[in-house]
């Protein structure tokens, strides 16, 4: 059933490799349970990141190639009683950009066991929803910011919407979504002078900032290693004006990397997932909006479970599909490796 991108894949039945253990959950050949669905909910945005898509935004999915509401339930609910996922991080694309979205959380809250559910978005609209979010289910929430300055969020994200992304994290604060989490990309010469005001700013709101090293995820295939501001340049930057410790919480499949800030108990957390990688610990499974499963950020080949889904296939045989899909799951993303190719998705189609 894995096909490479872009390949029609046809309806599968079980197709169990028989190498492959007879257990219930999403078990790959290294040892690994995934535990942890991260689902795209739309490819669409309402911001242009410049690390992330062009100007122009991209040619969207169609609308009859996504999921509907009804297909995406399901999935979940085969995920979460027949796979064992426990946590749902629901992203995009920009999530709040879809429509109904409320009614999705509300139908996976009310699954048994009760999975923890989490959402990312760059807060456009946050301040009105937060409210309405929380009432659906809703746990916590990561908000995307990389800048301070106005006129820097404008450049970034060639939107000049800033007062509405710090007004969104207030909001989702104020409405229990905590701890709220900050996303920060830091480009080179952009906004690298920034690491320790944005941290300044967590620390005074209570809010938990974590850094993303840059990834060769953009769509316009612009990302270049030697100008990736590191993990340790991070750092570096923040020590100047706090004392860091590495925190001595045990980390599990979390991809940020802790560190207590001024002998705590705030933390600030980087995901190294270039120079530092931790795909040895990984817990995640993917689920595009066109409902394709990937086993990695950086996997280059996909499962269709919509056509499985529009072909009549039973929750038996999606679940096997989706277990066979992620015993094949490669032991790294392989960025260091000399045949390393991005994948054909950016980011932005995948979920981040
Ligand atoms: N639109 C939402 C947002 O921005 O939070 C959700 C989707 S976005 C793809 C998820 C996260 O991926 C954001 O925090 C964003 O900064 C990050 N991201 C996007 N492109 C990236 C890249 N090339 N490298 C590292 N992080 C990236
Ligand atoms: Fe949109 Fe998020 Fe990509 Fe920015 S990072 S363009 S907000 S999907």
Same mark, same amino acid.
């Given at each position: 059933?894995?096909?490479? #991108?872009? #390949?029609?894949?046809? @309806?599968?039945?079980?197709?169990?490799?028989?190498? @492959?253990?007879?257990?219930?959950? %999403?078990v790959d050949?290294?040892?690994? !349970?995934a535990t942890d669905l991260r689902i795209s909910l739309t490819d669409r945005c309402n911001l242009r990141c410049t690390y992330c898509m062009p100007a122009e935004g991209l040619d969207w999915m169609p609308r009859s190639e996504q999921l509907t509401d009804d297909?995406?339930?399901?999935?979940?609910?085969?995920? =979460?009683h027949d796979l064992g996922i426990e946590e749902l991080r629901?992203? &995009?694309?920009?999530? %709040? #950009?879809?429509?109904?979205?409320?009614? *999705?959380?509300?139908?996976?809250s009310a699954l048994e066991p009760r999975p923890d559910i989490s959402l990312t978005t760059n807060g456009i609209g946050l301040a009105r929803r937060a409210e309405a979010l929380a009432a659906s289910g809703v746990n916590r929430l990561n908000v995307s910011m990389d800048t301070l300055r106005p006129e820097r969020f404008a450049?970034?994200?060639?939107?000049? @919407? %800033?007062?509405? =992304? *710090?007004?969104?994290?207030?909001?989702?604060?104020?409405? &229990?979504l905590s701890p709220v989490k900050i996303n920060t990309v830091l480009l080179r010469g952009v906004n690298d002078d920034e690491a320790a005001d944005l941290l300044e700013f967590a620390l005074t709101h209570g809010y938990q900032l974590r850094f993303i090293e840059q990834m060769p995820l953009d769509a316009q295939h612009g990302w270049r290693r030697t100008e990736m501001i590191t993990a340790d340049e991070i750092l570096a930057r923040l020590e100047e004006r706090f004392v860091?410790?590495?925190?001595?919480?045990?980390?599990? &499949?979390?991809?940020?990397?802790?560190? =207590? =800030?001024? &002998?705590?108990p705030?933390? !600030?957390? !980087?995901?190294a997932s270039v120079t530092r990688p931790f795909c040895g610990a990984c817990d995640r499974t993917r689920l595009t909006a066109d409902g394709q499963v990937r086993t990695c950020l950086f996997a280059t080949g996909e499962t269709d479970l919509r056509a499985m889904l529009r072909g009549g296939a039973t929750d038996a045989e999606i679940a096997d599909v989706w277990r066979d899909a992620m015993w094949g799951k490669k032991a790294g993303h392989g960025i260091d490796d000399p045949g390393f190719l991005q994948p054909a998705r950016p980011m932005s189609a995948i979920g981040g």
């Amino acid at each position: 059933m894995t096909t490479e #991108l872009g #390949l029609p894949s046809p @309806r599968g039945g079980t197709s169990r490799d028989p190498a @492959r253990p007879a257990d219930p959950r %999403l078990v790959d050949g290294f040892g690994r !349970v995934a535990t942890d669905l991260r689902i795209s909910l739309t490819d669409r945005c309402n911001l242009r990141c410049t690390y992330c898509m062009p100007a122009e935004g991209l040619d969207w999915m169609p609308r009859s190639e996504q999921l509907t509401d009804d297909e995406l339930n399901r999935l979940i609910a085969v995920a =979460v009683h027949d796979l064992g996922i426990e946590e749902l991080r629901f992203t &995009g694309g920009e999530p %709040l #950009l879809r429509r109904g979205l409320e009614e *999705i959380f509300s139908a996976a809250s009310a699954l048994e066991p009760r999975p923890d559910i989490s959402l990312t978005t760059n807060g456009i609209g946050l301040a009105r929803r937060a409210e309405a979010l929380a009432a659906s289910g809703v746990n916590r929430l990561n908000v995307s910011m990389d800048t301070l300055r106005p006129e820097r969020f404008a450049r970034i994200t060639r939107r000049d @919407r %800033l007062s509405d =992304v *710090i007004d969104g994290m207030a909001a989702a604060h104020a409405a &229990g979504l905590s701890p709220v989490k900050i996303n920060t990309v830091l480009l080179r010469g952009v906004n690298d002078d920034e690491a320790a005001d944005l941290l300044e700013f967590a620390l005074t709101h209570g809010y938990q900032l974590r850094f993303i090293e840059q990834m060769p995820l953009d769509a316009q295939h612009g990302w270049r290693r030697t100008e990736m501001i590191t993990a340790d340049e991070i750092l570096a930057r923040l020590e100047e004006r706090f004392v860091l410790t590495p925190s001595d919480e045990d980390r599990g &499949g979390a991809p940020a990397e802790r560190f =207590v =800030v001024n &002998g705590g108990p705030a933390t !600030v957390g !980087v995901i190294a997932s270039v120079t530092r990688p931790f795909c040895g610990a990984c817990d995640r499974t993917r689920l595009t909006a066109d409902g394709q499963v990937r086993t990695c950020l950086f996997a280059t080949g996909e499962t269709d479970l919509r056509a499985m889904l529009r072909g009549g296939a039973t929750d038996a045989e999606i679940a096997d599909v989706w277990r066979d899909a992620m015993w094949g799951k490669k032991a790294g993303h392989g960025i260091d490796d000399p045949g390393f190719l991005q994948p054909a998705r950016p980011m932005s189609a995948i979920g981040g």
